[in-house]
């Protein structure tokens, strides 16, 4: 393995390391169609200090998943934005779920049996 690719792989995933040029080379699409999904607030590059976007790999890898649902799915803007946030706040609510069990020292959630309800006579 080379150095630079073990660098490439050092990176967090948060890490904002492309600019703009580079980032849609990677993704197969025109810088305007990325300035245009920022527009949308589908992606949020971070700006370098002379204001230039800097897009991480968690970045590319929201607008392909925004890609495949626009191109595959034929899900629109608005529809993707909707998806992409839940898909973030169920994320987040398994989370807090596993660290809620986690500190009742369950490691599986346990459902409880249904109780039997008697018919009002």
């Known amino acids: 393995m080379n150095d630079r690719a073990g660098e490439t792989d050092s990176l967090d995933e948060d890490e904002p390391c492309y600019v703009i040029s580079i980032a849609a080379r990677m ?5 305007q169609t990325l300035r ?3 527009r949308a607030g589908l992606v949020t590059p971070r700006r370098s200090a002379g204001n ?7 970045d590319l ?3 392909r998943r925004a890609q495949r649902l626009i191109d595959e799915l034929g899900v629109n ?3 993707v934005d909707v998806i992409l ?5 169920i994320a987040e609510l398994e989370r807090r779920l596993s660290e809620a069990e986690r500190r009742l020292g369950r490691t599986t959630p346990q459902i409880a049996a249904p109780r039997e309800v ?3 006579t």
């Open 61 to 63: 890898q929201l607008v």
């Open 77 to 79: 803007l608005a529809g």
């Open 27 to 31: 993704l197969g699409v025109h810088q």
């Open 118 to 120: 008697a018919e009002p």
């Open 52 to 58: 230039i976007r800097l897009y991480s790999r968690a």
């Open 85 to 89: 946030r839940m898909s973030r706040r």
């Open 36 to 38: 245009y999904y920022e």
